[in-house]
């Protein structure tokens, strides 16, 4: 059985209780060691054969899964995050099925909900975004046409910038060219929840300057949007007095 565990952003108390269950009782850990905190492998057990998948290629840890799994032993893939963004679970699961070797997935807190709770920052602010764009820019990996940079900009949705921290000139660019306001404020948050983390708020005119000051040039998240100012929002009305929901009368409900 291999269970796919998401590691959450860093902190090793920040993985779910099944997650760290897991950890505790797989015979076989194999990890992200390039993303992920090696304080989570503390929770392996005594003899524990563990693997980082930062030196192997896809068929070398398939050809783990298979072996371990054929000497009936407990198999955890640690990915960083939540396996479900940016992990690249599918091929891994869909060759698991070929190969009838059973498998489930453990979510897990994601990078960009560790860097909102580090900046003490909400998403989603009323009369500002209500919406969050998760995405990256294109590099050696490519994006579809519709989903560009200057094309998801044009929302004006908060933003999230996965995997983009190597080329920050080329993604301040391409916001500019998407019209992106210049003082719309910017976030960069260096390794979210773990013990050296980074961050910095800045606008988009100075967004590249403070990541080659700050000499951040991976591992780092770039949240674009009017939310990280914390500011000229309107308050929620479900907490509003005036407003009645199912399980409160508010002051506009006449008796």
Known sequence: ???????????????????????????????????????????????????????????????????????????????????????AIREQMDVLDEAQIAYDVTPGVSSFCGAAASLNLEYTLPDISQSVIITRM??????????????????????????????????????????????????????????????FKCELQNLADTARKEGITKTALIIVGKVVAGSGYEKSRLYAPDFTTGYRKGTDQKD
Request: proline fraction near 4%.
């Open 138 to 199: 294109a590099g050696r990996t490519k994006v579809p046409e519709k989903e560009s940079v200057e094309e998801l900009a044009a929302h004006g949705a908060t933003m999230v910038f996965f995997l983009s921290a190597g080329d920050i000139d080329g993604l301040q660019k391409k916001l500019f060219s998407a019209g992106v306001s210049k003082d719309t404020p910017c976030a960069i948050v260096y390794k979210a929840t773990w013990e050296d983390e980074k961050k």
């Open 1 to 87: 059985m291999v269970h796919f565990v998401g590691a959450g952003p860093g902190a090793p108390d920040l993985i779910t209780i099944r997650g760290k269950k897991y950890l505790e009782e797989a015979d076989v850990i194999i990890y992200a060691g390039s993303l992920v905190n090696p304080a989570l492998l503390d929770y392996a057990k005594k003899g524990c054969e563990i693997h980082d998948s930062a030196r192997l290629n896809l068929d070398e840890v398939i050809e783990i899964m298979k072996k371990a799994d054929g000497e009936n032993k407990m198999i955890v893939r640690l990915h960083t995050g939540d396996p479900s963004i940016y992990g």
